[in-house]
């Protein structure tokens, strides 16, 4: 278990989110620069049994989440079931799961290679790499994906990294460069995901939203975003577009906040939908012994994380 990750927090006086409260940022922007994990190392817990954490289980992955908005765990691979997974997820608040397109029948989805269906369509299905996004960045506003629950049942036989960035981490280095920047990706119409349409029949409709929003229910700070090309359509001013090449470019440079870690089994995450991606892999030519995860996405936020639990006078 990692041993650089402090509880301690500072005084907050205000909404650091704000744009006009600049001192509640700094105050903020100086925890959360100097207390974040340092290495992917200091993320990871080991738990005896997922399904009852214990006491220091509990709060030192809570410690971690409301640090770098992510935590690794690990226990005993033999234990697989869905039930570990979602018991884990329930012990952190996180009881409604996203019912997605390709869930399983219990909303956890099995994340493999498929070529069968709806599911070989989408690149979390294939081996080849996913760029940077949080999930469900298609979802409409009452909807929005807040936790994740993901473990890792069998890993690639070769690749499939994982790389995470706390996007509270990317909403500081924005403002930083540019406030302006920010304010436009809090705008109600920064960012349009298109329908979703096969066949003639639409699947899903288009959905507008902002990039960096604020969870009414807990004041965090929440992120929707994909880096991908194509499928995207940014508001057209000129605030939006260099903010949107901003990010792009964040992934191109050496990012210094950027935790790279390749799951075994019997480890997983639980994270407030971090910036994410993964690289491609080559799978074991048994289709029995590939690559398998499964994702549980929450509607909630991990509780104890909420702006107002970590900084009481925000």
């Not at 999930?135 to 990294?161: F, K, L, S, T, W």
């Not at 929003?213 to 994909?226: F, K």
Request: hydrophobic fraction near 35%; glycine fraction near 6%; include cysteine.
């Amino acid at each position: 278990m990692g041993t650089s990750v402090s509880s301690q927090t500072p005084a907050v006086y205000g909404n650091p989110f704000d744009l006009d409260e600049p001192s509640a940022y700094a105050a903020w922007r100086e925890w959360k620069l100097t207390r974040r994990p340092a290495t992917v190392a200091d993320l990871i817990v080991s738990v005896a049994d997922p399904r009852q954490l214990t006491a220091d289980e509990h709060a030192a992955l809570l410690a971690r989440l409301r640090q770098a908005n992510l935590a690794l765990y690990q226990f005993d691979p033999a234990i697989t079931g869905k039930d570990a997974i979602r018991a884990l997820g329930r012990q952190f608040g996180l009881e409604r799961l996203d019912g997605n397109l390709c869930a399983d029948d219990d909303s956890i989805t099995s994340l493999q290679v498929s070529s069968d269906g709806a599911r070989g369509e989408y690149i979390p299905y294939t081996d080849r790499r996913l760029s940077w996004h949080t999930d469900g960045y298609y979802n409409p506003p009452d909807r929005q994906i807040r936790g994740i629950v993901m473990h890792c049942v069998r890993p690639a036989a070769e690749g499939g990294e994982s790389t995470f960035l706390d996007h509270e981490l990317a909403y500081i280095l924005m403002r930083d460069a540019s406030p302006g920047w920010i304010r436009a990706l809090m705008a109600p119409d920064a960012m349009t995901i298109p329908a979703n349409v096969s066949q003639g029949r639409v699947i899903r409709p288009a959905h507008t939203g902002p990039v960096f929003s604020l969870d009414p229910a807990t004041g965090a700070l929440h992120m929707r975003y994909s880096a991908r090309t194509r499928n995207i359509v940014w508001k057209d001013d000129p605030d939006t577009r260099t903010a949107a090449a901003f990010l792009q470019e964040l992934w191109r440079r050496d990012n210094p906040y950027v935790y790279h870690h390749r799951l075994v089994s019997g480890q997983g995450i639980i994270c407030n939908n971090t910036l994410h991606n993964r690289s491609g892999f080559r799978d074991h030519p048994d289709p029995d012994r590939g690559r398998l995860l499964y994702r549980a996405r929450y509607y909630d936020r991990v509780a104890g994380t909420a702006l107002r639990e970590v900084f009481p006078e925000a």
